[in-house]
Every structure is written in structure tokens, then in C-alpha cells.
């Protein structure tokens, strides 16, 4: 069975510094998804991560993918308090069904 | 325009009421999924229907069943409620054929309370 484990699942960081979360899962996918959720929210998707070595970068968050370590990291740059939320990877299983982390939960504090 | 539109968005009912949740989606669509998030925000898929065609059905209680009268609809009706069942659930679709490049679209979720 696929789990998908973040780390860590809560983190609280000050405006400017820098910090990475990690997400590791347990059988071979080569499809990685990253969302973000703010409370009583939706989520919303920011990253589509389809090969080894892929990474890609929006504003100050930079998602890579590492299929034969099977880790995903989603790292913030220089944080600001709009990207407090919680972030969730995700691990294509096949047959059409997403295997969730369990969530980080990330506050920035001014 | 709401791509992945729910309602209700809130729901608050007795044990043992019969309820449901109405998804639609706009986006073309031909896949769409209910995700239920617990109290530690753990989300977990609970169906999935294809051009509506039942896919995935995960271990579910069967007072849980999904109805999908068109594409573009995919309802979710709760037998006898129980205080377990209480949660956020949420719609979501994907096109098949475009699900690597886009993944997942979200509604906003309905927040369902059993007292």
C-alpha cells in the first residue's frame, strides 16, 4: 500500500528565513503533485511534478522530485506571512487516485 | 466562474438523518472524485466515477453512495448518519487525459457536523 509521509507537519518560521519540507512515499510513482490549503479553504494546486529531477519554481516556492530516493521536497525562499497555510503532497497511485501526506502546517511569523 | 462548486457548504444534522452533498463541475471534465479530511486535516479519497462510471470505491461504509447522473454531476448521499461521519468532504475532478499535466481541480468543500 502507498504511504506518503511530510515532514515536518508543523512549522513555524520567521519572515526571511528559508525552509524545506519533505515528503517521502513508499512504492514507485513518477507523479508528484504539491497543494496548499488555508483554513476553511479549498485546496489549490501549485506544483505537477511528472519526471526524475523535476523542479519547478513559483514566486518564492520551488518544488523538485526525486523518484528513485522517492522524495519530493518544496522548498520557501525568504518567507513572507501569505504563504502561512497548509501544504499537502501528493503521490499518483494509478486507477485515478491521489495518496495524500498528512500535511504541514505553516505559519510565518512577522 | 466556481470551476468545482458544492452545497451545501456548511451542514449540521442529527444521527441517523439521511443527507446529501451536491458536486458540479464545468470544467469538461470526464473524472470526478469525493476526498473526505478529518479533524487532523488527513485527506483521503473515498470514490471515484469516470464518465459516470464508478472506478474506485474505497473502504467505505455503504451508507456512503455516490450518484453520478451526467459528467458533470457527482452527488454524495449519507445514510443514518453517525457522530463519525462528521468532517470536510470534498469534490474534485480532472480531465483522464490531461491528469499529469494539471492533477486534481477542488471544490471548496462542505463541512459536515453530526450532533
Known amino acids: 500500500e502507498l504511504k506518503v509521509e511530510q515532514n515536518p507537519l508543523f512549522l513555524s518560521m520567521q519572515e526571511g528565513k528559508n525552509y524545506t519540507i519533505y515528503c517521502n512515499y513508499s512504492t514507485t510513482s513518477d507523479r508528484l503533485y504539491w497543494y496548499r490549503q488555508d483554513p476553511g479553504k479549498s485546496l489549490e494546486s501549485l506544483f505537477v511534478l511528472l519526471s526524475n529531477g523535476a523542479v519547478k519554481q513559483e514566486g518564492r516556492l520551488m518544488a523538485s522530485l526525486d523518484t528513485k530516493a522517492r522524495l519530493s521536497t518544496l522548498h520557501i525562499t525568504a518567507a513572507v506571512h501569505d504563504l502561512s497555510a497548509t501544504y499537502f503532497c501528493?503521490?499518483?497511485?494509478?486507477?485515478?487516485?491521489?495518496?495524500f501526506g498528512q500535511g504541514t502546517r505553516l505559519t510565518i511569523n512577522p | 466562474d466556481t470551476a468545482v462548486s458544492q452545497t451545501p457548504k456548511y451542514l449540521v444534522t442529527q444521527m441517523g438523518n439521511d443527507k446529501s452533498i451536491k458536486c458540479e463541475q464545468n470544467?469538461?471534465?470526464?473524472?470526478m472524485y469525493w476526498y473526505k479530511q478529518d479533524s487532523k486535516k488527513f485527506l483521503k479519497i473515498m470514490f471515484s466515477y469516470n464518465n459516470k462510471e464508478l472506478i474506485i470505491n474505497e473502504t467505505v461504509p455503504n451508507r456512503f453512495s455516490p450518484k453520478s447522473p451526467d459528467k458533470a454531476h457527482l452527488n454524495l448521499h449519507i445514510n443514518s448518519l453517525e457522530l463519525g461521519d462528521s468532517a470536510v468532504y470534498f469534490c474534485a475532478s480532472s480531465q483522464e487525459r490531461l491528469r499529469q499535466l494539471e492533477g486534481a481541480f477542488f471544490g471548496q468543500g462542505t463541512r459536515l457536523t453530526v450532533v
Open positions: 470544467l469538461g471534465h470526464d473524472t
Open positions: 501528493a503521490v499518483d497511485r494509478g486507477a485515478q487516485k491521489l495518496v
